[in-house]
């Protein structure tokens, strides 16, 4: 019997403000990790808030069973993300799920605490062990001001736009477009890949 209950999830598909399925769906691990700004940021990217989704699959009218975890880097933060990482591992999540990664949100300008910071590589170790990846975002003092609908969004072909570094609402800050960019990539590979075995599943089945 598996002893760990379900995770939180939705049982309906995943309000969607884009009017585009997203690619891959953020999950907070606790309130205020985040998810909203960077969904804000990148526009294949969808907010599912702190369920995840539930009602999956590859066909049209399911919702992208890619899903990144994001955490803030306070202790409570990390011990929730290291929570939801166990939970993936021992089958709590809906069936199908694909953990692409996890990313941990800076909470202050400051250092990390001693024990956050092990706690934080600990999760991490795991998380590469399963095949995914973690990502790290610093403090971003311009977000500070910035509410989400004034946050410009980082295409994957952005690399041939503009960049305007003074100006947070012209372009997410470098830190932001790196981490964008890094998740895509693994992202579109992951989705590749299991759109593969979809197919050769439905050819031989």
Known sequence: MNAWPPVP???????????????????????????????ASMSWAGDAGRRWPGRIGLVRDMDSPLVVLVARTHMSGVAALEHAVLAH??????????????????DSARPLPTAVARRREAVEARVLDMG???????????????????????EPDAVTRPVDEGDATRTPPQPVRQ?????F??????????TDQHTVHRNTG
């Open 9 to 39: 999830m939705w049982h309906r598909a995943v309000p969607n403000q884009s009017g585009r399925p997203p690619l891959l769906w953020l999950v907070g691990v606790h309130g205020g990790a985040g998810t909203t700004s960077l969904a």
């Open 185 to 194: 990539l693994a992202a579109r590979a992951v989705g590749m890949r299991l």
């Open 132 to 154: 995914a990846e973690p990502w790290r975002l610093p403090w971003i003092e311009q977000w500070r001001e910035l509410e989400p609908h004034r946050l410009p969004v980082w």
């Open 179 to 183: 981490v964008a960019e890094q998740i």
């Open 89 to 106: 591992e021992n089958d709590a999540t809906p069936a199908g799920s694909q953990l692409v990664g996890v990313v941990t949100v800076a």
